[in-house]
């Protein structure tokens, strides 16, 4: 992502996408998973994507982190263009600039959480200290302990704290808390909140729950792999008073 002069770039601004469109290949069969999607993500926002299953949701996600790319169209990651990266290139940005959180929380069972966090600690340019990482998530007291040792709400806030750990300037998360409770999914998204309110992190969530919606600064309705509606939230309601 290194080059000698600058390219133009909007202030602020992290993904421009123009015209995304993705195609999947099944057989005889063309699978069209975007639609020509256009939109911009600035530095310090948190996005909602809002979808039901099918939407399109997940491919966008995994487009804007790297893990796949478009069949055409325009993405550019402050000014450099991802579309057409190599893997090797892809794969730079995805350790140096993105953090991943998922449904599942991936954890390996026979680290702690210390442990698993250090793994990325270990690999990363300018990290925090796992310890800095679980103590944004609310787990200083929690370090030592396996995954086995955890409740479910626990294990997602040290996958975060894997994920943050780089201090990334983007934070990707899908359905966070699909496999959660209420109250441990507020939990979640509570740690969500503060690592993009303190770090300034660009976060992007997915989710198919509406109420979620309120603690964004802007709502991106997907449906059939076209963005149909935008919405931009005067105030973001704090996590712990949403209700769903």
């Not at 069969?29 to 949701?57: P, Q, T, W």
């Not at 600039?97 to 449904?103: E, M």
């Not at 959660?180 to 770090?199: K, Q, S, Y």
């Not at 149909?228 to 973001?236: L, M, V």
Request: glycine share 8%; net charge negative; with cysteine.
């Amino acid at each position: 992502m290194a080059a000698s002069v600058s390219p133009p770039v909007s202030a602020g601004v992290v993904f421009e996408a123009r015209k995304l469109r993705k195609v999947y290949h099944t057989g005889e069969l063309d699978v069209v998973a975007l639609h020509g999607v256009d939109l911009d993500m600035r530095a310090g926002e948190l996005v909602c994507l809002l979808g039901a299953s099918g939407s399109g949701k997940s491919t966008l996600l995994n487009i804007l982190g790297g893990l796949d790319v478009p069949s055409s169209g325009e993405l550019h990651y402050k000014g450099w263009p991802l579309d057409g990266s190599d893997e090797r290139t892809l794969t730079r940005f995805r350790r140096n600039c993105v953090g991943f959180v998922f449904q599942f929380y991936n954890l390996i069972p026979s680290l702690t959480a210390r442990e698993n966090v250090a793994l990325i600690t270990g690999i990363s340019r300018d990290p925090m200290t796992p310890e800095e990482a679980l103590e944004m998530v609310g787990l200083s007291k929690r370090m030592d302990h396996f995954p086995s040792q955890l409740s479910g709400g626990e294990q997602q806030r040290v996958a975060i704290a894997r994920a943050i750990a780089k201090r990334p300037e983007v934070l990707l998360c899908d359905e966070p808390t699909g496999a959660l409770d209420v109250t441990t999914g507020i939990t979640v998204l509570e740690a969500i909140e503060r690592t993009n309110r303190e770090l300034g992190t660009l976060a992007v969530v997915i989710t198919h729950n509406a109420a979620m919606a309120a603690m964004a600064d802007r709502v991106l309705h997907l449906s059939d792999g076209k963005i149909i509606r935008e919405e931009h939230n005067a105030t973001r309601l704090p996590a712990r008073e949403l209700k769903w």
